[in-house]
DNA sequence: TAATCATTCAAGCGTTGAATTGAATGATAG
DNA sequence: CTATCATTCAATTCAACGCTTGAATGATTA
């Protein structure tokens, strides 16, 4: 052995700390997420070329943050076990307490304004046994179909506009998307509370929220 | 702003994870968990020259990982807090369990024998208070001098050979050294269950010791 | 104020990683 | 068995990183 044992050891290390040092690749575990996928797919939700999708994926592979199976011709890719989702949320976590330009990034999504402490999915959970509040689900009407949090509705930032007379003023809002990482949740709070609703952001995303074992709601796949 | 602020947030996040993906820079932060050390300490023990050190250590203060201060003409450097240890932890965790390539560094540094499971804080804590425990500190010795556990004997590797006749075949001993990223612990445990000895490993080292608000001794350091 | 010394900066060089393109692989379907 | 198609590999280009050397900074201390 060339190097001693001790430096290999943080060469292993490293070598996964180097996987997440990627915005391409963290985008990639955003998706991965949400539920496993094929590469195809991956490129698409990403904006990455084929090709280099499954470079991303390959060295995500080799640091054991993912694994992959065969399906026919496609090969699918998932988070490897709950722990990579932890790690990326301490990313995030560290991050985001630490660093000036993560508040600075956040603020202006935010317009500005104070955003609200984000609700608790235990707290989104009572008050949805209460009735008491509506859910708003910002992904994709793609990834809404393949899971969401049952009583949420699905809408597009977008289309976020049209909605509001829909809306009761009293009534509590909370939102969500894709996870920590994901700014569809933060900006839709700002956009309702610049309208003058009581709108807050879930803590967490459906993954965080699946993980820990509350119900998801699939809708049946025309295809 | 010329990148998204999706992609902005990704590569921030992504910044702290580059921070952690050289070896370099993963020993200096162990090296940080035992306690907070000047530049040329850190050179010293990590065998980077100066300059090298202190641009890894910026690199680590970017991310937000360390902090520094003034001591006079010295700059300490001091992990920011915890949640710097958390990361560093999970990083190994994700590694170990998923890493092939870990397993055998690990089991090379055990001659091939099957290491017997780490023995948790908790339970050296009783056993401590029972009296029925032998306690090896393997760090350097100025390392034990600045905070080790009540009771622990400091020793090397290079004298536990001459340590052996001392100790009885029967009693229990824990070895800890570091922490997770420290291998002397586990080849300490190696050599001595080739004598026969009933050794395990400590869970953790100091750093984590003292996480947890256990009592740690320090030496009236004569300097 | 000037000297001192630990630390940091700046420039240079070799290495490594990211993205692109085009070809090769390998499992399925006919 | 061959054609097909999603995926992966290989080779290239460009940018960023790691380490070294020598000079500059900046807070103490005399």
Chains 1, 2 share one sequence.
Do not use: F
Request: with cysteine; charged share 25%.
């Amino acid at each position: 052995m060339s190097t001693s044992p001790k430096t290999a050891l943080l060469e292993e290390y490293a070598l996964v700390a180097r996987a997440l040092s990627a915005p391409a690749r963290l985008s990639l575990l955003e998706q991965l997420a949400q539920g496993e996928r094929g590469v195809e797919a991956l490129a698409d939700k990403t904006g990455l070329t084929v090709a280099n999708c499954s470079q991303h994926l390959q060295q995500l592979r080799r640091a054991a943050l993912v694994t992959s199976r065969r399906d026919g011709k496609a090969v699918i890719y998932r988070l490897t076990d709950a722990r990579t989702l932890e790690l990326m949320d301490l990313l995030r976590i560290v991050a985001e307490r630490n660093l000036a330009q993560v508040e600075h990034i956040l603020r202006g999504l935010s317009n500005g304004q104070d955003a609200p402490e984000p609700v608790t999915r235990d707290d989104l959970a009572v008050r949805l046994a209460e009735g008491s509040v509506t859910v708003l689900d910002m992904r994709p009407a793609d990834e809404y179909a393949s899971g969401h949090i049952p009583g949420a509705r699905n809408i597009t930032l977008a289309d976020l506009e049209r909605m509001l007379p829909t809306l009761e003023p009293g009534t509590e809002i909370v939102a969500y998307c894709r996870g920590p990482y994901c700014i569809y949740a933060h900006q839709a709070v700002a956009a309702l509370r610049k309208h003058g609703l009581n709108a807050k952001r879930l803590e967490g995303g459906l993954p965080e929220w699946r993980e820990d074992g509350r119900p998801v709601l699939t809708e049946a796949s025309p295809e």
